[in-house]
């Protein structure tokens, strides 16, 4: 199990389809989840809508996956940011972290610089883990380096699925996360030329995915503003929660995969071990004793 911390379920993703079976939409909010990543990581508020559209975006396509398969998002510029990583499943599990956490680029306006932080130049790279042999992996370059258009830019031409994609972060003075939450609208084969010009129509008329959350638009509120006047069926509405796969199972492998040598040297020189997960800070304390046990299994292990 993973480290979940949240217990009240607030962020959650809705799924559609349009009765003529051509175009699927899923919508979400994902305040919280962002929230908790930003807490865990320290970002500073350009940062964190830089993680918080980047883990929305996530969180919309695990929704596309079957259970046991995972998407992992890579946004790597010449910005300060260095990079942005992002994991999500099909369960609505989502984690991810930046290169550098303290970064702060704004525009002239004043709003948050998302594509500054990211760097205009760069690559996004989309691994998908979907149970075969080999993972699937796509790569293309940052169009804006705003995020949602990298992802729309990559779902179109690298998956060959016409996207839009809509994400918003809202960061208060304080850099407390007030809203997030986002929309992927995907045409399917055949398409309907006229319903998807008429949806373009709306998003580009639309305001802000950011404006629509904080006037309280809930996920279903964002579908119905965007598809009013067009028969769809919802799906599924499934939880969205901040998890990260780590454990302490998990770092003891990578302590482990040290070998005898570095463990004995943490062992005598620091007295024990603290190891933290990059995706999600969560510190692991080893002492001693708990290192010693480590290297007397892994001593036996290699006996047999
Ligand atoms: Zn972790």
Redesign the pocket.
Known sequence: MG?STESVITDYLVRIITRDGSIRALACVTTDLVGEACRRHGTWPTASAALGRAMTGGALMGALLKTGQRVALRFEGNGPLKKVLVEADANGAV?GCVGNPEVNPLREDGKLDVAAAIGHAGLLTVTKDLGLKEPYTGTVLLYTSEIAEDLAYYLTDSEQVPSAVGLGVYVEPDGAIAAAGGFLIQSLPPCNDELVDRLMARIGAMPSVTELLRQGKTPEGLLDHLFEGIPFDTLEKRALAYV?S?SRERIERVLVSLGHDDLASLMNEQGGAEVT?E??R?RYSFSREELQRIVDEMMSGEAC
């Open positions: 480290n984690r990260c780590c997960c995706l999600c969560e």
